[in-house]
């Protein structure tokens, strides 16, 4: 089952605009990260947020984790045809062994 | 380009056979992870492999097998394939003590 529910499950913006997507998960973790797939291919790991952070920056991503709302935000500033894609969320469960459990994902598209 | 390799990329296969999906890890990674990932959906957890042992599986049959080599290089078999493992399939490499993992661009299999 998965763990993390991103919402919206797509979202549509003009280039240029910023785009936030959110991520809910259900147990205590040692972090939660961010990670972009395009078009059905491999994921490419975004950014990392440990249980302890609040917030953090990564370029034109902002990332901010709430643990007493387990919950979490990808901000993307500035955006760009190229970050068309589809955007996961995975939490690295405390008692989970290193696996990553991961959400349904936010699909989004960039128009020029 | 994360240095994972996938093959095949795409398999054809008809229900009740038998495939062997392969992944070669980034150079200097101990641990594989597996995950199946149908399509709209995120990755599903199957199992990783760490130093050749299995370090953690997720809620698949036993039909899902795995090993990995010596040289850290990965297989899936599944074994009586079925309709529902039409999916792609991604590996991904890691070292144990870190917690950001690596995709291969991923092995889209069609069971017919």
């Known amino acids: 089952s998965q763990q993390g529910e991103e919402d919206p499950q797509a979202l549509s913006i003009q280039e240029g605009e910023n785009a936030t997507m959110n991520c809910s998960y259900k147990t205590s973790i040692n972090n939660l990260q961010w990670y972009r797939q395009n078009s059905g291919r491999g994921l490419v790991h975004l950014i990392l947020i440990r249980s302890n952070e609040r917030e953090k920056h990564s370029g034109r991503l902002r990332v901010t984790l709430d643990t007493s709302k387990k919950s979490s935000s990808l901000l993307i500033t500035a955006s760009r045809a190229a970050d068309t894609a589809s955007y996961f969320c995975a939490t690295d469960a405390m008692d989970s062994n290193y696996q990553l459990i991961w959400g349904a994902g936010t699909k989004l598209i960039i128009k020029p | 380009e994360t240095g994972v390799t996938q093959s095949p990329t795409h398999l054809i296969k008809t229900r009740g056979q038998q495939v062997t999906l392969r992944c070669s890890s980034q150079?200097?990674?101990?641990?594989v992870s597996w995950y199946q990932q149908a399509l709209g959906q995120g990755p599903q957890f199957i199992f990783q492999y760490y130093r050749e042992e299995e370090n953690g599986r997720g809620n698949f049959p036993p039909r899902f097998s795995g090993l990995q080599f010596p040289n850290y290089s990965s297989e899936l078999n599944v074994n009586a394939l079925e309709l529902d493992d039409s999916a792609l399939y991604l590996c991904?490499?890691?070292?144990?003590?870190?917690?950001?993992?690596?995709f291969g661009p991923g092995t889209r299999l069609l069971v017919l």
């Open positions: 150079s200097g990674h101990n641990t």
């Open positions: 991904a490499s890691s070292d144990l003590r870190e917690e950001t993992q690596y």
